[in-house]
T-cell receptor
Framework: NAGVMQNPRHLVRRRGQEARLRCSPM?????VYWYRQLPEEGLKFMVY????????ESGMPKERFSAEFPKEGPSILRIQQVVRGDSAAYFC??????????????FGQGTRLTVV | SQQGEEDPQALSIQEGENATMNCSYK?????LQWYRQNSGRGLVHLIL?????REKHSGRLRVTLDTSKKSSSLLITASRAADTASYFC????????FGTGTRLTIIP
């Protein structure tokens, strides 16, 4: 049973381009979380999704950022027209259940986005 | 808003000593979890403690929970160099919210 898979591990984009980050949850997990982490800082919640539904996107900027978790395929975090301030590590986590969690969340290794 | 907040922000101790980190939170919880993050890697789940539990052990880890004070502590006994990492607590809000972490450095 593979863990949470994120790709790419490293992504370099020029200002104004689009960044697309993928997250494949663990088998049997239908809840996905995305977080952003700046160097030497904690994880900042961005969005929580279940299959085909966005449950909570309160941590995601209203503009340029979007997320989806389709019925088939990985969850995608999309950042349009990237700016230097978007440079960070983006982590995805999945869990079997959500809400009042009684189970642990499993994290991917992250995608490090660098905007040049 | 940030739910769990870890204290101290950074901690350096000699190998073999015990390390204690604290977490405070604001609202009622059903459970609280501790995670570890090695530099540049994803988080790894360490232990989950439910609101009706006061203490839980896992190997060299001991977690306590005081719901009246809305706080939890993580104790690592007989620390090793490999314990060097950042440690985060997370509460069971809908969205699994983390604090800013405690950066633990074990000095060989």
């Amino acid at each position: 049973n593979a863990g949470v898979m994120q790709n790419p591990r490293h992504l370099v984009r020029r200002r104004g381009q689009e960044a697309r980050l993928r997250c494949s949850p663990m088998k049997g997990h239908s809840h996905v979380y995305w977080y952003r982490q700046l160097p030497e800082e904690g994880l900042k919640f961005m969005v929580y999704l279940q299959k085909e539904n966005i449950i909570d996107e309160s941590g995601m900027p209203k503009e340029r950022f979007s997320a989806e978790f389709p019925k088939e395929g990985p969850s995608i975090l999309r950042i349009q027209q990237v700016v230097r301030g978007d440079s960070a590590a983006y982590f995805c986590a999945s869990s079997r259940s959500g809400g009042n969690l009684n189970t642990e969340a499993f994290f991917g290794q992250g995608t490090r986005l660098t905007v040049v | 808003s940030q739910q769990g907040e870890e204290d101290p922000q950074a901690l350096s101790i000699q190998e073999g000593e015990n390390a204690t980190m604290n977490c405070s939170y604001k609202t009622s919880i059903n459970n609280l979890q501790w995670y570890r993050q090695n530099s540049g890697r994803g988080l790894v789940h360490l232990i989950l403690i439910r609101s009706n539990e006061r203490e839980k052990h896992s190997g060299r880890l001991r977690v306590t929970l005081d719901t009246s004070k809305k706080s939890s502590s993580l104790l690592i006994t007989a620390s090793r160099a490999a314990d060097t990492a950042s440690y985060f607590c997370a509460t069971d809000e809908e969205k699994l919210t983390f604090g800013t972490g405690t950066r633990l450095t074990i000095i060989p």
